[in-house]
């Protein structure tokens, strides 16, 4: 009898990669909607939960506009981890396992490590993104930041005009393109199969190279939905945050062999 021990490392995940056609996203919505349609109370618990915490950021930030345009674009870095259970339905459905609310949230024990790194590198990308505008703002195009007393008390002469808006959001463009680029199928792959950040991120990476066209269709329908959600003071983020975490799925069924 043979027997065969793997010591050290175990080897990386290598995923195949499907081409899809360019508007292949507006097929991920449709199939996003129908899971919503499905477990419409466990997805949207999970929706007011992602919109309560960004009410919660925006009070907090809501003492000057810099700090609610800080608060609305770390939210943004950091969201595709907070559809992980959202994902996790989905995952259930298709394998037509039970999808209650609490089933949903076995998902961060499904492979906990891994999401967990996950979730500190996108948290990483929002910290360095904060720290980087501060001094594109103040040493490049000279823009006042509030200081620390404004920042918890706010001022009456402290206003944004809209061009240092417009620059705050502007200077976060390259972060927001490199946090999709790096989680457009991160976390169902995590899920699905146990795969470490790592692996995730050069699969989304992947993805995206391999579908140039697809993605910019894909980028361009989570910013218009995600700014609905916004417009309708967080209130549309009940089914949209749920929405997009369920399309994600699709998206990985459908460019992940």
Not at 17 to 37: F, K, T, Y
Not at 46 to 75: E, F, Q, W
Not at 85 to 109: H, I, K, N, Q
Not at 120 to 132: D, E, N, Q, R, Y
Request: hydrophobic letters at 55%.
């Amino acid at each position: 009898m043979n027997t065969s021990l793997s010591l050290g490392k175990r080897r990386f995940l290598h995923v195949e990669v499907r081409h899809v056609p360019a508007l292949q996203s507006i097929v991920w919505l449709r199939g996003g909607w129908e899971d919503l349609r499905q477990m419409e109370g466990s997805s949207l618990a999970h929706g007011v939960i992602i919109s309560i915490i960004g009410a919660v950021l925006l009070m907090l930030g809501s003492t000057h506009p810099y700090l609610i345009a800080a608060a609305v674009t770390g939210y943004l870095l950091v969201g595709p981890i907070m559809t992980t259970g959202v994902c996790e339905l989905s995952r259930r459905r298709a394998a037509r396992e039970p999808r209650g609310f609490d089933e949903s949230l076995e998902a961060v024990t499904r492979n906990p490590d891994a999401l967990m790194q996950f979730g500190g590198i996108l948290a990483l990308i929002a910290i360095v993104w904060f720290i980087a505008s501060t001094v594109l703002l103040q040493s490049i195009l000279g823009i006042h930041v509030p200081s620390l007393a404004v920042a918890l008390w706010g001022g009456a002469g402290d206003f944004a005009s809209t061009r240092e808006v417009i620059a705050y959001f502007s200077s976060g463009a390259l972060f927001a393109v490199t946090v999709f680029v790096l989680s457009v199928v991160a976390v169902p792959l995590i899920i699905d199969r146990h795969a470490t950040a790592a692996e995730a991120m050069w699969a989304s990476v992947k993805a995206c190279l391999y579908n140039i066209p697809a993605m910019i269709v894909w980028a361009a329908l989570i910013v218009a939905l995600t700014a609905l959600g916004f417009a309708t003071l967080l209130l549309g983020m009940i089914v949209v945050a749920p929405l997009l975490g369920h399309a994600t799925w699709h998206a990985y069924r459908d460019l992940v062999g």
